[in-house]
């Protein structure tokens, strides 16, 4: 009560037209940080594999070798894919970056096995026995990769490979034309051709 008028004094209420306009702006602040929020937790887009033209980083005549195929009963050479463009890897079981790119050479090997002179595929493992080898590529599924053994990893010296996977591009020639270390995508498979194609033509 006031003392000097003997009135009660109120506090005045804000109306309703002053609440709308203090709670909008704050509304409209918290909606955008939720959008910004939204748009900050979207997965970013896978980006498209897009393999370069290769490089001619090789010019030198592939080493001959004759090694036992993964069956035990042939031996295989390079003059077995004479005419006929050869990408010749070398791989382990234990090394990923090998065993991520077999379904790749798989797909490789099933387009053009029909063509027998065509691009072909060879897969020298080094250092493991037929046995070992045969129940891990069935373990992953992979079953139709031609695959070599050099067991004493004596082939492996001829061509100085240094680092698993290692992959040499032979021209029909006998002759590597370039050398891919790492992991083989399919994509790149083609490129690879294409490159062949184009130097020899």
Known sequence: MDILTGMTSQKPTPS???LILLILPLFGI???LLMLALETRQPAAAPTFAPAPPRVIANFKAPDFELPMLDGLTLVSPADYA???LFLNFWATWCQPCVRELPAFEEFVAEHSA???GPALLAINLGEGAA???GFLDSIGVRNVPVALDIN???KLDYGVQNLPTTFVIDGAGTVRHVKLGEMQYEEMGVYLQALKDETA
Request: a negative charge.
């Open 16 to 18: 309703p037209t002053l």
């Open 30 to 32: 918290f909606v955008a």
């Open 83 to 85: 005419r006929r463009p």
């Open 115 to 117: 063509d027998p002179d």
């Open 132 to 134: 070992e080898i045969s």
């Open 153 to 155: 990893e004596v082939v």
